[in-house]
């Protein structure tokens, strides 16, 4: 099976919407964006700005007709700033001129008086000030105070999680321009043509039915266009609809990595109890999430933080506060995982050092926790089809634990410097929506005279393929080829209300849309066809690979014979179909619910081998274990594994973001920012799909794979930390990620007070 | 500035433009040719996307200044395939999933193509070292050298 689109994009035909001019004339837009962190706007001059030839507009908040915002859960974000600034890289004026270059040399002659005030980027220091974006959120199981108690041992400590940038190749961008009916087309790349069409209706103060919104495929998202898209397409609809022409904005790379958000930096106190025999009896724990300067997504992610405390374990007391803290850095954003990597990291460290304080092996540790069947995760749902054990046991067997074991043992004792180790990390993941009333999705489907059918639905297709997966699902229904099927752009005309491609949601619920209006069109044909063949019973008739079957023998009608048909007797060939996750529900006031429609599970092994003189590793292999339900596309499903697992291993290893003392991103460029290459990346990658695992909550008994299998990279952090522990046993541990090389190194040395014995 | 004139191969056509000097052989490309197919990811050369062979060699056109190529052979991904016909690496590329946004696809099918045309035996560590300068942030790279590999096996 092939994935949709590769065909164009392997000759280079796929347009993105940076490739795209839909004129011959095209303005180009540039932003003009805050050098301080926190500070007030005395003055701002554009006179020499607008005196360069070439130049249009300069757009500022003064330009905007409607609501100067674009905060989508809380109102608390400008689209352009008026008095205040919050964060390096805050828009504050729009440069439009002829061409790109113009534009931005433009911007640069803009000149902004700013006073500066103190800033805040530390989120324990931001609590402390009560700088918060909403109150902090506890979930709670249990009695923690009085398990305490029952604890033989108890542990604490302190866990740093950075940042990561979204570092999808195609940068954020937009073009916008007038249609009739004083209407605004936008092209964007975005993961939520709803919320830039909503958003821009409130910023032009227009109502929604006149700003249509198309999204033909985007060059990765990550999260990164979930909610951070809106801006540059808001921005480019009020400059089409001012200057009644194209306006296009494409952020360049430098730009993308100072203005729009990441993954949000998190601080966690963590307190874990255990008996002597590695049964957890109680954990505390309390994040502090690094929010940045609005809330954007950060009280959704906050949650799921919450949701994903335990992975894939189970404590009977729990604890967990969130705190969402208010800084002075650029938004934090939704970011593959959501906030669920996060707490699945301190999780692992606090067993990792449970495990050396009761000298029971961290693995076994994980073993005897794990989640199973009936029990209840601290929001009050039950793991049911839980599958954590079989993945974790599978593993072992599959890939012969035991025997790397060995093999890792003789290889660390006939080397000195060199260390290897192996880290095994089980993932389990909620998937639906939390915010419940998102997990809501159409498809509209159309089957033309000649047999050929074209699909419109909700879903962004971002290189997940999830526009295969949907052709795959209708090809199913209807019994034709793939080729035969058309999936169309995602747009706000022919799909309304779309929730975003997002939660790892996108084929489930798509899926079921497209699933749903497929069967209703069959269900006509097939009354049509019993009509024609004359029997009474329209469930004795089948459609097989384009012929029409009547109690199991073949007929002589085809597709396209019958469709024909269907259109002659004036029978709809159409149809739009709404699916909405049943069962779900979540009480926010008492944190209990049924958020998730089921839970994705796996396990994976990671093999590191580490210089310990050089501090320098290397990733030899990551081999899983993951419950895919049946999957809807093996291609598609294993390139999503492949690809979450480097991006997690990038997260807990290479992948650094460092600000300066002024809240200003020192790794702003590819030179400075690393992510991993094909040398960053593990030698090995095997993945094993879970066997006889259909889910009855997918569709054709799947499961989502989108987020899942980025948490295995945590294990790369633990496979590392072990191999230093074999180097220098003993060794005092911070949990602080990203594991570089350069912090490899000073780990191992930085400390050492006496000479060390090599 | 004044423009001058330029004279190469481009994608097996003879062709002559006028250009500024001080033009990028990307922006070139892109924007006055029309040819979309090679992708701006980074603007600094670390990403590889606006990877274009320059006689058979795979380069950044966003470190080429355009008058660079004056005389020479220039390949985009627009010019890989022949009369619509797909190559042995790029039907590869489709059999291993070795694509998903496609953005960085343009560019690391050149980065193998012009080391295919250098070494058509390469073993695994130099098809590494061919695409190293080209970042994927989707697949994981596996099954891009997994199509490469059975690109040299045919």
Redesign the interface.
Known sequence: M??F????????????V??FIPFEKVLYAYVFYSPVAHGIIKKINLDNALGIPGVRYIFTYKDITGENQVGGIIQDEVLLAENEVDFIGQPIALVVADNFLTAKHAAKLIKCDIEELPSIFDPREAFQKGSLIIPPRVFSLGDVDEAWKECDVIVEDRVESGSQE??????QGSIAFPVENEGIKIFSSTQNPTGVQRVAARVLNMPMNKIEVDVL????G?GGKEDQATHWAVLTAMAAKKLQTAVKLIL???EDMRITGKRHPYSTDFKIGLKKDGKIVAYEVTYYQNAGAAADLSPAILERTLFHTTNSYYIPNVRATAISCKTNLPPFTAFRGFGGPQAMFVMECALYKASQVLGIDYHQLQKINLLKDGDEFPYGQRAENCRAKVCYDSLEKIYKVDEVKGRIEKFNNQNRFIKKSYSIMPVCFGISFTTTFLNQASALVHVYTDGSVSISTAAVE????VNAKLINIASRVFSIPPTRIKLETTNTTRIANTSPTAASKGSDLNGFATMEACQAILKRLKKLAATELKIEDENQIEFKDEVVYCKGEKTDLTWNKIVQKAYVNRVSLSAHAFHATPGLYFDRDTSKGHPFAYHVYGTALIEVTVDCLRGTYKLDSVQVVHDLGETLHP??D??QI??????GIGWMTMEEIIYDKRGKLITD???TYK?????G?PEK?EIHFLENAPNDFGPFKSKAVGEPPFMYGIGAFFAILKAMNVFRPGLEIKFIAPMTHERVLMTLYSEVKEKVRL | MRKIKIQFKLNHNDIVVETFPNRRLLDLLRDDLNLTGTKEGCGIGECGACTILINNKAVNSCLILAPEVDGKEVLTIEGLSSNGQLTTLQENFLKYGAIQCGFCTPGMVLSAHALLIKNSQPIEDEIKDAIAGNLCRCTGYKQIIEAIKATVKS
């Open positions: 092939i994935n689109d590769s065909i164009k994009h392997v000759r280079g035909e796929s347009q993105f940076y490739d979204h570092l999808y190749l195609e940068t495929r985007i060059g990765g990550f360049p790379r430098q971002m290189g997940q393929g291609v598609v294993k390139g492949e690809g979450g697992i480097v991006q460029s590819l030179s992510i991993p290459d094909v040398y990346a990658i």
